[in-house]
């Protein structure tokens, strides 16, 4: 009899804790939802923790990243998602591997997730990305085949921000390549500056307010007027 009762009050528990689990799951779908329509971004995030405890989700993971990396809290997103190169991830989470190691300055790491996504789809906005990490990594020969492929694949109305300034600008997407290949052609043949500048120039003239374009053609015409000492040896 004492067996019975103690499988009856364990039986009695265990329907209790999952009705728990259960309305605590719709709760928090709801704070979610609501969270949204308010555009509390904070909110989101606590609603989409605690549903991620409660009920484990990979799309409701990637949604979380998303979110942080959206927030500029990347170490955050790059903690609920990882870092690892996953070719069958989805293409969200890559997304948020990639911009969120970017923005953490790990060029090499950052270079596998969007090659990740490159395969899967070839644009412009990826080839940028990708030749701009080329020439951080120091594969200039690489980034000028991205450089070459968004160029000829650069619409008129695609565009390009940049947030050197405190104020951000845009400038055409093709200007931004231009600006690009006249940095990797100078880090090919530093004796050709002349070639690197008239590139440059070619950027300016698509937008003559590209502030950083502007500021890159100064410093190779400096380093024109006094070549540094080591190029010399």
């Known amino acids: 009899m004492k067996r019975i009762l103690v499988l009856i009050l364990l039986l009695s528990g265990m329907g209790a804790q999952a009705q728990s689990s259960s309305d605590l799951q719709k709760h928090f779908e709801a704070f979610y939802r609501e969270m949204r329509q ?26 979380l990243a998303y979110i942080y990396a959206n927030n500029n809290e990347h170490l955050q997103a790059l903690n609920t998602i990882g870092i690892e190169k996953d070719t069958a991830g989805s293409d969200l989470a890559v997304q948020v591997k990639a911009i969120s190691l970017q923005a953490l300055n790990q060029p090499k790491r950052a270079l ?17 990305e990708m030749a701009d990490l080329k020439i951080q990594t120091g594969d200039n020969a690489a980034a000028l085949e991205f450089i070459n492929f968004g160029v000829e694949n650069s619409r008129e109305e695609m565009k390009y921000a940049f947030y050197e300034r405190q104020q951000p600008y845009e400038v055409p997407l093709k200007a931004a390549f231009l600006h690009l290949k006249g940095l990797a052609q100078y880090n090919v043949d530093k004796a050709n500056i002349d070639l690197a500048i008239a590139t440059i120039d070619e950027a300016l003239k698509l937008d003559p307010n590209f502030n950083l374009a502007s500021l890159s053609k100064q410093a190779l015409e400096s380093r024109k007027e006094k070549p540094d000492s080591s190029e010399n040896k």
């Open 112 to 128: 596998e997730q969007y090659e990740i996504l490159y395969k899967r789809e070839k644009n412009p906005y990826l080839a940028y």
């Open 38 to 63: 308010q555009g509390d971004v904070q909110g989101v995030i606590n609603a989409l923790t605690h549903l991620n405890v409660i009920a484990p989700n990979k799309e409701r993971r990637d949604t």
